[in-house]
T-cell receptor, first 117, second 115 residues
Framework: GAVVSQHPSWVICKSGTSVKIECRSL??????MFWYRQFPKQSLMLMAT?????????EQGVEKDKFLINHASLTLSTLTVTSAHPEDSSFYIC?????????????FGEGSRLTVL | AQSVTQLDSHVSVSEGTPVLLRCNYS??????LFWYVQHPNKGLQLLLK??????LVKGINGFEAEFKKSETSFHLTKPSAHMSDAAEYFC?????????????FGKGTKLSVKP
């Protein structure tokens, strides 16, 4: 099946710094990618929809200035957590769907675990 | 409003015995329903999906699920568990007409398989 890769898989940073997480579709092009957040023992929550060449669409309650999303190419979307604080510590997962793919054909990355000290 | 309830946070079975992971949903319209599996330190993998075709859906690795509208359920089953089935399982719903990424995830069921 299609492969989505996230990098880094885990990162530890100091409070106040910014962290960038990359999501790449390795063998297909994705017009749209999605970013989720997963708290411990909780389900995934959609944060935003990343659209290639245009602004991301954020879900209610997600600060767009806090979580910067850039989708500069058909194979790469980045999530930057700006001025990170301990409450931003979480597991971040991206997903992507092949352009023209069937409904529900989403492929997920392996996730990036962020720990803010 | 749509929602997903996975009735068990943890299920433990013996290898070779049947697996039943329960899921109930709430949706105003005809939903699309999915089961995903997440192995430790791995991404989510699609097991199967229901999108208004056959109510009994067969997926990968011997899993299947039956959509029962009258019971608003979409339970995941497998006749015989393997050790490799130990993982976290998520039941997911997307409402009819909803965007592709706007999935509602259940809280997950951790499946343990004893030798």
């Amino acid at each position: 099946g299609a492969v989505v890769s996230q990098h880094p898989s885990w990162v530890i940073c100091k409070s106040g710094t910014s962290v960038k997480i990359e999501c790449r579709s390795l063998d297909f092009q994705a017009t749209t990618m999605f970013w989720y957040r997963q708290f411990p023992k909780q389900s995934l929550m959609l944060m935003a929809t990343s659209n290639e060449g245009s602004k991301a669409t954020y879900e209610q309650g997600v600060e767009k200035d806090k979580f910067l999303i850039n989708h500069a190419s058909l194979t790469l979307s980045t999530l930057t957590v700006t001025s990170a604080h301990p409450e931003d510590s979480s597991f971040y997962i991206c997903s992507a769907s092949p352009s023209g793919g069937s409904i529900g054909e989403l492929f997920f990355g392996e996730g990036s675990r962020l720990t803010v000290l | 409003a749509q929602s997903v309830t996975q009735l068990d946070s943890h299920v433990s079975v013996s290898e070779g015995t049947p697996v039943l992971l329960r899921c109930n949903y709430s949706s105003s319209y005809s939903p699309s329903l999915f089961w995903y599996v997440q192995h430790p330190n791995k991404g989510l993998q699609l097991l199967l999906k229901y999108t208004s075709a056959a109510t009994l859906v067969k997926g990968i690795n011997g899993f299947e699920a039956e959509f029962k509208k009258s019971e608003t359920s979409f339970h995941l089953t497998k006749p015989s568990a393997h050790m490799s089935d130990a993982a976290e399982y998520f039941c997911v719903v997307r409402e009819y007409g909803g965007s592709q990424g706007n999935l509602i995830f259940g809280k997950g069921t951790k499946l343990s398989v004893k030798p």
